[in-house]
């Protein structure tokens, strides 16, 4: 069955770029209908959605991120990334990544997550 | 921007039918997701397309959407159940609910 992986540094100094890598398996990241994501969660917090992205490198992405925001796919490697810039604590999460299908605008499976904390 | 309300708590004796709802503005026009998350899990999909369970998800979970409000009903409710609901929705851009803390009593 479809698994994803996220991995990348678990401490990120403030003012850096916070970036993550999700890999896929078990399944193509080139199906059709199929957004690929990443969400976070604050320690003790809700999830927030981040940002999307279809294998052809289209993109969507929070309006509150936005402006820091990058996320790029590779498929030959069946990988997607999420680069975040001038971080600050508030940026200290559980980051997930996570399939979504856009039919139903609705994410399954999702990887395991992966804590990025921000401190010098 | 578009936003989507869930009670902090629900309480449900074992057995009982638990209802967790989630609100927003013309919330029936769009599809509602809920996922289950359980303390150092993550979320999973119990809901999708409002009232569509995923392979593998107990029919004692079921959703329903209308008006500004969607539902997740718990039928039967097992200790197992203990967790986080959150709803979720498009608007132009993905939405979360701020989750529930759903406790069997």
């Known amino acids: 069955q479809l698994q994803l992986q996220e991995s990348g540094p678990g401490l990120v100094k403030p003012s850096e770029t916070l970036s993550l890598t999700c890999t896929v398996s078990g399944g193509s990241i080139s199906s059709n209908n199929y957004y690929w994501a990443w969400i976070r969660q604050p320690p003790g917090k809700g999830l927030e959605w981040i940002g999307s992205i279809y294998y052809s490198g289209s993109t969507y992405y929070n309006p509150s991120l936005q402006s820091r925001l990058t996320i790029s796919v590779d498929t030959s490697k069946m990988q997607f990334s999420l680069r975040l810039s001038s971080v600050t604590a508030a940026d200290t999460a559980l980051y997930y990544c996570?399939?979504?299908?856009?039919?139903?605008?609705?994410?399954?499976?999702w990887g395991q997550g992966t804590l990025v904390t921000v401190s010098s | 921007s578009y936003g989507l309300t869930q009670p902090p708590s629900v309480s449900v004796s074992p057995g009982q039918a638990a209802s967790i709802a989630c609100s927003g503005n013309k919330l029936g026009d769009k599809y509602t997701s809920w996922y289950q998350q359980k303390p150092g899990q993550s979320p999973i999909l119990v809901i999708y397309?409002?009232?569509k369970r995923p392979s593998g998800i107990p029919e004692r979970f079921s959703g329903s959407n209308s008006g500004n409000t969607a539902t997740l009903t718990i039928s039967g409710t097992q200790a197992m159940d203990e967790a986080d609901y959150y709803c979720?929705?498009?608007?132009?851009?993905?939405?979360f609910g701020g989750g529930t803390k759903l406790t069997v009593l």
């Open positions: 996570a399939r979504l299908y856009s039919r139903s605008w609705s994410f399954d499976p």
């Open positions: 979720q929705a498009w608007d132009s851009s993905v939405v």
């Open positions: 397309q409002d009232n």
